[in-house]
């Protein structure tokens, strides 16, 4: 266990709608990072946030947005939903803005699948 | 630009036998180098990581890398494998020189350890 928390696990859902995915960082971690795991795509890096604040951005699609919160719990929404956006959804934490030596920390993922 | 290639989609090896999973990498500074293993509906998680120092690191679960600067090259190894080794494995790479631009992974190699 990670210590990484994310809900829900699974989420089924129709083309056109609009869901939201969360995640806890482990205890004392201040970065979140948003990823997106697709057969064809492979890992992709969507978005990080370090302690509250915007860090870095990937491609991640403006359809999609992310906050984080006082408590460092993160958020990430997608909206107008496509049969492509079907993928599984990793959150990871780390303590440090992302740009050192320390290893990030995988949450169990949200299975995101758009009918 | 940094990046990452895992040349081998699919490894098969005999349980007992070694093990070698390969990763190059392009960064224009130096690298921090990362290995994470998924299992079968799990979250990636860390293995070890290569900053400085020792060329040979070792890591979780009887796993160790090679780093070797002159090929570029941070290839995953384990001397016995085991069945329970089975996973999709990555390698990432941060530019130390980069600034703020998160890890990149490879997109994975698939272990295959047969009984």
């Known amino acids: 266990d990670s210590g990484v928390t994310q809900t829900p696990k699974h989420l089924i859902t129709a083309t056109g709608q609009r869901v939201t995915l969360r995640c806890s960082p482990r205890?004392?971690?201040?970065?979140v990072y948003w990823y997106q795991q697709s057969l064809d795509q492979g890992l992709q890096f969507l978005i990080q946030?370090?302690?509250?604040?915007?860090?870095a951005k990937g491609n991640i699609l403006e359809r999609f947005s992310a906050q984080q919160f006082p408590d460092l719990h993160s958020e990430l929404n997608l909206s107008s939903l496509e049969l492509g956006d079907s993928a599984l959804y990793f959150c990871a934490s780390s303590v440090g803005r992302g740009t050192g030596v320390g290893e990030q920390y995988f949450g169990p993922g949200t299975r995101l699948t758009v009918t | 630009a940094q990046s990452v290639a895992q040349p081998e989609d699919q490894v098969n090896v005999a349980e007992g036998n070694p093990l070698t999973v390969k990763c190059t990498y392009s960064v224009s500074g130096n690298p921090y180098l990362f290995w994470y293993v998924q299992y079968p509906n799990r979250g990636l998680q860390f293995l070890l990581k290569y900053i400085t120092g020792d060329n040979l690191v070792k890591g979780s679960y009887g796993f160790e890398a090679e780093f070797n600067k002159s090929q570029t090259s941070f290839h995953l190894k384990k001397p016995s494998a085991l069945v329970s080794d089975s996973a999709l494995y990555f390698c990432?790479?941060?530019?130390?020189?980069?600034?703020?631009?998160?890890?990149?992974f490879g997109k994975g190699t698939r272990l295959s350890v047969i009984a």
């Open positions: 205890s004392g971690d201040l970065s």
């Open positions: 946030y370090y302690n509250g604040e915007e860090r």
């Open positions: 990432a790479v941060r530019d130390l020189n980069s600034g703020n631009t998160p890890l990149v």
